[in-house]
Nanobody, 122 residues
Framework: VHLEESGGGLVQPGGSLRLSCLVS????????IGWSRQAPGREREFVAV????????SYSNVAKGRFTISRDNAKNTVFLQMNELKVEDTARYYC????????????????WGQGTLVTVSS
């Protein structure tokens, strides 16, 4: 299965962006999908994950209350809506799929996309 992120860009602090993760080569509802990010000079960190059905989600502390993960299985796409963006949210954002939520949260996903760059700056 192939994952491709899009939707990154330059946004001012306090602004919003919606990232997309298009999954091809498989049926999306067979996969748990998560988002992670990596800022320059830092390790990749978990952001959010959503269950196959979309009924269960989990967020990191930095994402909770500001970011929302969702999925449209008919469009083979998972979204990350990011609101109230801060300078410290600047990073490359990756989507991935894994066997279970714990694996994705721990960074042990089975496959990753190439990422999309988000820059928060005034």
């Amino acid at each position: 299965v192939h994952l491709e992120e899009s939707g990154g860009g330059l946004v001012q602090p306090g602004g919003s962006l919606r990232l997309s993760c298009l999954v091809s080569g498989g049926v999306l509802n067979d996969y748990l999908i998560g988002w992670s990010r990596q800022a320059p000079g830092r390790e990749r960190e978990f952001v959010a994950v959503i269950s196959r059905s979309g009924l269960s989600e989990s967020y990191s502390n930095v994402a909770k209350g500001r970011f929302t993960i969702s999925r449209d299985n008919a469009k083979n796409t998972v979204f990350l809506q990011m609101n109230e963006l801060k300078v410290e949210d600047t990073a490359r954002y990756y989507c991935s799929h894994g066997q279970d939520m714990g694996s994705i949260i721990d960074g042990n996903s089975d496959a990753w996309g190439q990422g999309t760059l988000v820059t928060v700056s005034s």
